[in-house]
């Protein structure tokens, strides 16, 4: 397991962490000041500036760009909103190739609007991962399906377990891969297990990391600083190192009434000086 004690820790920033006010330059910025080396930049950061300024900002600055967050989304009432989630994901593979991403992060999306069908959400997360891996495979972008707690499963994602992410890779091929995010898989009984699959697969695109909360005030931008709840934060990362992944570690914290309150340098101290210790 790599030691994060001292020397520089291999940390990706994920723009969301610093809140809904933080610029792409802000985040590019502040990972320069903070000694942060990789960027996992939100579409919508890309967005507010263009794609070219963007990739002209991360590529000035030497930063690496671990993933781009996020296509997905496939399930739709109808074939128009099925094709329109497929266009999207175009675009979202467009600009992962051009920003030197080395992953496109598929949060797959849940029921269509009035849908009570599961299976059928699932079949269709699959159709779309399905019908999208040729073009992913001609911008050399890797999917990485990031399996969301169960509580997402309406809304965000009926991908919910990483055997189940894993089952999914299993059938789809080549190209495509899982991240595995500790807030959304730390409960899971068959984590360990699953971890080891994945690894010997080849499968492990990215490691996200937060912490759990004791409470939690909203299962959605409520959580915490590594170490400030309950995820075995060191384990984990020894067990997904142990099962080969030696990527950045990425850093998504969604916290509205804490840490996005915070000032940009405030967070960054806290987020090296708490990978160091507890991540
Ligand atoms: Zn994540």
Redesign the pocket.
């Known amino acids: 397991m790599r030691d994060f004690s001292s020397g520089p820790c291999p940390i990706a920033l ?1 723009t969301a962490t610093l809140g809904p006010r933080a610029s792409l330059k802000d985040a590019v910025e502040g990972c320069l000041r903070h000694g942060i080396g990789a960027l996992s930049p939100w579409r919508d950061r890309i967005a507010a500036i263009g794609l070219a300024e963007a990739a002209r900002l991360i590529g000035d600055a030497g930063l690496a760009v671990s993933s781009l967050c996020r296509g997905g989304m496939f399930p739709a009432p109808d074939a128009a909103g099925r094709r329109a989630a497929r266009e999207d994901n175009l675009r979202a593979l467009d600009e992962a190739a051009t920003l030197g991403a080395q992953s496109l ?1 598929l949060v797959v999306g849940g029921l269509p609007s009035g849908s009570k069908n599961l299976a059928e959400a699932r079949r269709q997360v699959e159709e779309g991962i399905a019908g999208l891996l040729d073009d992913a495979r001609k911008f050399r972008v890797r999917l990485a399906i ?1 399996p969301l707690h169960p509580v997402y499963a309406a809304e965000r994602a009926c991908v919910n377990t990483l055997g189940q992410a894993l089952d999914l890779c299993d059938r789809l091929g080549a190209g495509v891969g899982v ?1 595995i ?1 500790a ?2 898989v730390w409960w899971d009984p068959d984590l360990s297990r699953q971890i080891a699959r994945a690894g010997s697969a080849g499968r492990i695109l990215g490691y ?1 990391v937060s912490d759990w909360m004791v409470p939690t005030a909203s299962v959605l931008n409520d959580r915490g600083m590594m170490g400030e709840g309950v995820i075995d934060l060191k384990s984990l990362r020894a067990e997904i190192e142990t099962a080969g992944f030696d990527g950045p570690v ?1 850093v ?1 914290i969604f916290s509205q009434n804490n840490w996005w309150t915070r000032p940009v340098d405030e967070i960054l101290s806290a987020i090296v000086q708490s990978c160091r210790n507890h991540a």
């Open positions: 994920n992060v990031e991240a995010d807030y959304h996200h990425e998504e």
